[in-house]
């Protein structure tokens, strides 16, 4: 296990119990309705899980680093209350040593009746790093070598992250305020399309606008990170051969396994990585599941890891879980119309089949875990684990974050 250096320092405890109003969450690691899983290894795999942790660098290309409310009847409460809690305790015991963290509930509501407001996700991000900058654990990500220095201290880079960027509006230089403010990747669009390109939940994608032109070429100035995973297949396709720096697909599944729109085609796979992009499996609810395990648990997360090694090798897969620290189904069902979950209904069925939680890939920590002990009792190298859980986001990044 890694010696993580973590003082027990809790969300805003810079504050009194009177400046603001805070909704409990769960004592233990964010597990909700879920039961604890653990991957079982002998004790020689053991080992050698210990060993690759020790000694490679394990990024999450997506993940919600947030406390959900233990009553989720408080969520738009919450929202509303602007300060989403850290799960620092729970980071601490987990074997991340960077995470590229999508903020909160932005999308959703804030302020106004619909989300993806400038205000509101400028708010979001500043509370967020605020609440940061009270205490020495994790840190804010700028450079790859945050990235290291992390994972030699002991410590966590955060990586400030927003999954579109329809909140700039029809303003070019609020890409330059987001970089300004600490912002490290942004997608292209939210499932709704939105004036740079269509999002997946769309009937017809028209693709990439001539202002989705624009802003591609602005990102790969700023040295800016893009995600597609929201986007629609033919926006995606426009995206990546836009960019003139790789385009990453941080959150997605294989629609070669289980043909939802929520995952994505073959075709756009194969531009992502050849373009020298990665491709992380998500493990969310109600998303990566297969034909073999339509239940979805950590099994069918591999499914997709599987199908995706197969169709573009090792060099191109990460790892996005998507996960936050409480009820994640849950939340999926008190705020369903804001994730546009008809996306994520398989070809020719009219309901998604619902999991109470996802076994094995709860939550951060879970997932950090499981995932490496998952690769480990599947017989993988360590070169190519060490590929999988960050060596492979790291070759990216250090060529899209260029000074």
Same mark, same amino acid.
């Given at each position: ?175 330059? &305020?987001?970089?300004?403010? =600490?912002?490290?990747?942004? *997608? ?9 390109? $269509? /999002? !997946? ?106 199908? &995706?090694?197969?169709?573009? =090798?090792?060099?191109?897969? *990460? ?9 994640? $189904? /849950? !939340? ?72």
């Amino acid at each position: 296990m890694k010696n993580k250096k973590y003082s027990g320092y809790k969300s805003f405890d810079y504050l009194d119990e009177k400046d603001y109003t805070h909704f409990e969450t769960d004592k233990e690691i964010g597990w909700g309705n879920a039961e604890p899983y653990e991957v079982r290894l002998s004790q020689a795999e053991e080992e050698r899980f210990k060993k690759i942790i020790e000694q490679n660098i394990v990024i999450s290309l997506h993940d919600h680093v947030m406390d959900l409310p233990k009553d989720m009847g408080q969520m738009i409460p919450a929202i509303k209350e602007g300060r989403a809690d850290t799960g620092y305790e729970a980071l601490s015991k987990s074997c991340l040593d960077a995470v590229i963290d999508n903020q909160t509930m932005y999308f959703l509501i804030g302020a106004y009746k619909h989300g993806w407001k400038w205000d509101d996700c400028v708010h979001d991000l500043g509370m967020r790093l605020c609440d940061i900058e009270h205490q020495d654990f994790v840190i804010q990500c700028k450079e790859v070598d945050d990235i290291i220095k992390a994972h030699n201290e002991g410590r966590i880079a955060f990586i400030p992250a927003f999954e579109a960027c329809t909140m700039i509006e029809n303003e070019l230089d609020r890409l330059d &305020v987001l970089y300004g403010l =600490g912002v490290r990747m942004l *997608g292209i669009a939210y499932s709704d399309a939105n004036l740079l390109g $269509s /999002g !997946l939940n769309e009937d017809r994608d028209a693709g990439l606008t001539n202002f989705g032109y624009k802003a591609v070429e602005r990102l790969n100035k700023l040295g800016m990170a893009i995600d597609v995973s929201h986007s629609g297949d033919q926006t995606s396709l426009d995206v990546i051969e836009a960019s003139s720096k790789p385009v990453f697909i941080t959150h997605a599944g294989a629609r070669g396994v289980w043909d939802s729109k929520r995952m994505k085609p073959d075709e756009v796979i194969l531009a992502c990585t050849r373009k020298g992009g990665v491709f992380g499996i998500e493990a969310a609810p109600h998303t990566t599941l297969s034909d073999k395990h339509p239940e979805q648990a950590i099994e069918s997360f591999f499914d997709h890891f599987r199908y &995706v090694v197969d169709l573009v =090798g090792i060099d191109h897969v *990460g790892f996005g879980p998507d996960t936050m620290y409480g009820d994640h $189904s /849950g !939340l999926h069902d008190a705020l369903s119309g804001g994730l546009s979950m008809g996306a994520f209904i398989k070809k020719g069925a009219t309901e998604i089949p619902h999991v109470p939680y996802v076994k094995g890939l709860e939550n951060p920590t879970e997932c950090s875990h499981n995932i490496v002990k998952y690769l480990v009792k599947s017989g993988y190298s360590d070169q190519d684990i060490a590929k999988a859980i960050g060596g492979n986001a790291i070759r990216v990044l250090k060529e899209v974050w260029y000074k």
